[in-house]
């Protein structure tokens, strides 16, 4: 079947049935970057699984010598890795939701004509290459009474001027013909905006949210200056406080009686367990994004 | 004559007339805009007026206003200490290594890629080598300094193998450039092939099928064909680039940076971030951060004229 199909994929290159010494070398050399791609993820799970003992004598194996999940339990019972997984599933959650809502409404309206447009989108690209920075950023949300808060966070991150304008072109793309049909059939803005034109967006909504939804699950450096106190730490600030203290992790290493955990073991534990849930999500999406990323740099 | 005048003030009512009822059907529009408009003035322009205190001598308790004015005096002790020169260097020679090792090897990945016959391995090697872009830069961080570990690292310890003497990497400042510029090929390299697979597959197979005919190899068609169909998108990338070489990301260099390597690892993005909202210095490190902004933003400008002389891209 897939013979008789006109070429669908990127590939400009023809088909042919014998592999020939370019394929090989090809195959060769991707098979090579793929597995130095993956070896420092490789890497990181055999030392999370290793116990301490292992660790000492061959600290760089293939394989774990002694396996263990000690590394994973100490970070399960102290809880610190837990409280920064509800904060920011709450704040990816509630952000990506937000983000995408105010970004999907403010392209639409972009790419309608209405008075003061020029304007406004002018005034809206200019941040894409101005921006107060770090300083005034802070000061600003600290005048919001923004510190300490999860809103800082989700707010920051906000909205992309990025993805609004890719988006807005996208709309703009959608034939009248297909706006004005439903019309007359009696739809209302409303019921075309999310019935006509919203699906036609299908893969650039989905990219944006894979990207917005990334973007919140990865901030470091904002939620680090905005959050005080340790029941609204997320996820990557946890995890820097646990690979950054070097005294607390001495104590793991030669504390009491567990000497299954070690410091280097719990760190690329707490390095897997943050990675996990984009590793989940991220071959699902990925056919998405691809598809989403091309039609953006073609717009552009 | 007061015809005429008639005529222009009826035409200037109607005018006004027409536009209040442009206003009011497009108001489910404005209603859209509302909640962004305020996010725009209030998390992208009121930060910009905060530039001011760049001028100032930006107290606390005094507040921006009352503040007293100082003029350039911070951009001048900016531009008459040791820094300046330390950190342009920097960032430049970050981006340069980027432009230099980086961009060229996505270019290769996407052509490589574009060769593969078999489609399930391409998608294979395609999630792998996205993967990582989608990484925290906190995780990241975290497996470099385990993986250049003098200890425990895999790099030492095949130096260690091989006779050689372990090295403290992450504490020479002679390695951090490289460190830095190998991890951004690891994370970034799949990702910019991207675009370079979009534009060869804008290419026309034709062009191929007659290549073939003519006897034309693998590498005769990559440097006859597709290199000359990508050829306008990679002008349009480095100029782009260029337009960016006064901005280095500084999350991730942050977390690699320690006293030792602050020689070489230092960039503009960090050294605010340690004077202004370490130590304090509001207002000095606010004029470092405009400096930058102001460059970068005449830099963009710039790189966007060439490229639309160039080719008919632009940002705008």
């Excluded at chain 1, 600003?140 to 966070?153: E, F, H, T, V």
């Excluded at chain 1, 470091?220 to 995890?239: A, C, D």
């Excluded at chain 1, 410091?263 to 691809?290: D, E, H, R, T, W």
């Amino acid at each position: 079947m897939h013979t008789s199909l006109p070429q669908k994929t990127l590939s400009a290159a023809p088909k042919r049935k014998k592999w020939t010494k370019g394929d090989y070398a090809v195959f060769i050399i991707l098979t090579l970057t793929a597995l130095l791609i993956l070896m420092p993820f490789y890497n990181a799970v055999v030392i999370s699984l290793e116990t301490n003992r292992a660790y000492a004598l061959h600290p760089v194996s293939l394989y774990p010598a002694e396996f263990s999940l000690k590394n994973y339990q100490y970070l399960i019972d102290k809880g610190q890795l837990s409280i920064g997984f509800q904060n920011t599933i709450l704040i990816t959650i509630s952000g990506t939701v937000l983000s995408m809502a105010a970004s999907v409404m403010m392209a639409y309206a972009f790419s309608r004509k209405f008075p003061g447009k020029k304007l406004l989108f002018l005034l809206m690209m200019f941040t894409m290459f101005f921006s107060g920075g770090m300083i005034p950023t802070y000061l600003q949300m600290k005048a919001l009474k923004l510190i300490d808060s999860r809103w800082g966070i989700i707010l920051f991150v906000g909205v992309s001027t990025y993805n609004i304008v890719i988006l807005k072109s996208g709309f703009e793309q959608t034939p009248v013909d297909l706006e004005d049909a439903a019309k007359i059939d009696g739809a209302n803005d409303l019921v075309i905006f999310f019935r006509v034109m919203l699906p036609l967006q299908g893969p650039l909504l989905a990219t944006f949210t894979l990207f917005t939804a990334v973007a919140y699950w990865n901030e470091w450096f904002w939620s680090m200056l905005l959050i005080n106190s340790s029941g609204k730490m997320t996820l990557q600030t946890v995890l820097r406080s646990i690979v950054a203290e070097a005294a607390a992790a001495a104590d793991v290493s030669t504390g009491e009686a567990d000497l299954d955990v070690f410091s280097q073991g719990v760190k690329m534990a707490a390095v897997m367990m943050a990675m996990v849930p984009i590793m989940c999500f991220y071959p699902f999406l990925q056919k998405y994004f691809v598809k989403g990323v091309m039609v953006g740099s073609v717009k552009m | 004559m007061m015809d005429m005048i008639d005529k222009k003030r009826g035409m200037r009512l109607r005018n006004r007339v027409r536009l209040k009822r442009r206003i009011w059907a497009a108001r489910n529009l404005y209603l859209m805009f509302f909640p962004v408009l305020v996010y725009y003035a209030l998390f992208r322009y009121a930060p910009m007026g905060g530039l001011m205190i760049a001028f100032k001598d930006f107290n606390a308790f005094l507040g921006f206003e009352k503040s007293p004015w100082v003029g350039f005096k911070f951009f001048n002790q900016f531009f008459n200490s040791i820094y300046l020169w330390r950190l342009v260097r920097n960032t430049l020679l970050i981006n340069l290594y980027d432009l230099l090792f980086n961009f060229p090897a996505s270019i290769i990945l996407a052509l490589l890629l574009n060769e593969v016959p078999n489609k399930r391995f391409k998608k294979a090697a395609q999630t792998i080598t996205y993967l990582p872009y989608f990484i925290s830069s906190v995780v990241i961080a975290s497996m470099v300094v385990q993986f250049l570990s003098p200890s425990s690292g895999i790099v030492n310890h095949f130096i260690a193998a091989l006779g050689g003497e372990r090295q403290y990497f992450m504490t020479q400042p002679g390695s951090f450039r490289t460190i830095y510029t190998v991890m951004n090929l690891w994370k970034n390299i799949g990702w910019n092939s991207i675009i370079f697979l979009a534009a060869i597959s804008g290419i026309n197979g034709e062009l191929y099928e007659a290549c073939m005919i003519d006897g034309g190899g693998y590498l005769r068609r990559m440097w006859h064909i597709t290199l000359p169909g990508i050829a306008s998108t990679i002008v349009v990338l480095i100029i782009m680039r260029l337009g960016h070489v006064m901005d280095a990301g500084y999350e991730t260099i942050l977390l690699l940076q320690n006293n030792a390597n602050l020689e070489t690892s230092d960039v503009i993005g960090t050294y605010v971030y340690r004077r202004g909202l370490r130590g304090g210095e509001y207002s000095y490190a606010t004029a470092v951060g405009m400096f930058q902004s102001v460059i970068g933003f005449t830099m963009v400008i710039m790189a966007n004229y060439l490229s639309r002389r160039y080719s008919e891209t632009s940002l705008w």
